[in-house]
C-alpha cells in the first residue's frame, strides 16, 4: 500500500519538475551544469602567460606612470572606470574609500558611477528591449550584474566592484580586447571586468540574458550565480565560437590563484574587502531578499510547504508500517531494506 503512494508521488512531483522546466529550461541547465566539465579546456588558450603574451603577471616590472601607448602598444580599451551602487542604502564608508584608491591610481581616465537616477535611464534608453526585464529582476546585485555588462558594451573601459581597492594602475590591460579575473574554482569572476566598448562577448552577454533569466525558489544565491553573475558570465564564454580575443587573468603557474577576488584577499591589483562582498555574507543575502517580488516569496512558501507535506505524508505510512521497536530491530538486522526502494 504505502509503496505505491509512494510511487504515485514521486511520479506527481517528478511531473510538477518536468512541467517547471521547458525544453529551453533543459538546455539551458545543460549549458550551466557542464561549466565545471568544460571550463578548463576552453579556457586554456584565454589564460594571459609571460610566454605567451609577454605580460608580467606580478605586474611588478610595470612602473606606476606605466602607459600602454609609451610601451608601443595600441590601447584597446579605453581609459575609463565603472563604479555601480544601486540601492536606497549608501555605500558604506570603507566602500567610499576602497573606491577613492581606485580613482587616486587612475588620475587621468574617465570615471562612471551608476546609481537609481541614472542607471535606469541608461538601461531605459540603450537597452529598451529590456528595461523590463531589469526593472523586474527580483535582486538587487542582478540589476547590478547585467548593468556592468551593458555599460562595458556602451563605453568600454574597466569595472570594478565596489569593495576592490586598487593597489596600482589598470593601465598595462588596456592592451587587451577582454580581461576578467580567473575565478575559484571554475570560470572567472566579474567582480573586475575590462573590455572595448562594442566587444562582441559582451553584447553576448547582454544578449543572453533573457534566456538564463529563471528564479530558482528558495534558493537566491543560485538564482544571481545562474542568471546575472559569475557562473552565467562564464557559462556564456563557454558557448561562445570565437574566443581569441576573450582573455582571463590568472596567475603563473606556481600560483594559479594569484588574482582570485574570492573572500579577504590581497593581490597585485587590489585588497579586496571581504566581508562587505554579498556573496560572503549572508546578512546581506537577506537585506536582498527584502527586495524579492511578492511572487516569488509566494511560490517559494508554497513549495515549502508542499515538501513539507509530503515529508509528513511519508512520515504517516513509515509509522504504520512500523512501530518504533520493529524499526530498532530491523536497523540492527543485517538483511534490512530500505523502505524506499523504487523497483
Ligand atoms: C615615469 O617615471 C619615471 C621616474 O619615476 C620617469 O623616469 C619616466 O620618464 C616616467 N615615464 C613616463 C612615461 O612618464
Ligand atoms: C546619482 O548621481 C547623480 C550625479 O551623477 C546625482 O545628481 C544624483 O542625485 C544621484 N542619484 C542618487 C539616487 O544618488
Ligand atoms: C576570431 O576573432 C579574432 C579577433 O577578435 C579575429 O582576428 C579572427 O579572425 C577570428 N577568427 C575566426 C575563425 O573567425
New binding site residues.
Partial sequence: MARGHLRVSLVLVLLLVLAWLSASSVQRLYYLFRLPFVWTESSAQATISQHHDNFDLTFSSFPANYSTEDAGLHPVIPAKLHHIHLGPNAPPSEWMTARADCLKHHDSWEFF?W????APQFVEKNYPHLYDMWENYPFMVQRIDALRYMALEKYGGAVLDFDLACKRSLEPLRQFDFVAPAAHPTGFSIGMMLASPNNTFVRSLIESLSMFNHIWPLLPYVTVMFSTGCHYASTVYTLQTNRSSIRILSGPSDNPNLHMLNGFVDTPLFRHLGSSSWHTKDARLILLLKDAQPKLIFIAVVITFGVLALLLWCARFTRHRFSTRDVESNLKNPSFKPLFKYT
Avoid: E, F, P, S
Avoid at 115 to 118: A, G, R
Fill in positions: 558611477l546609481n537609481d537616477t541614472n
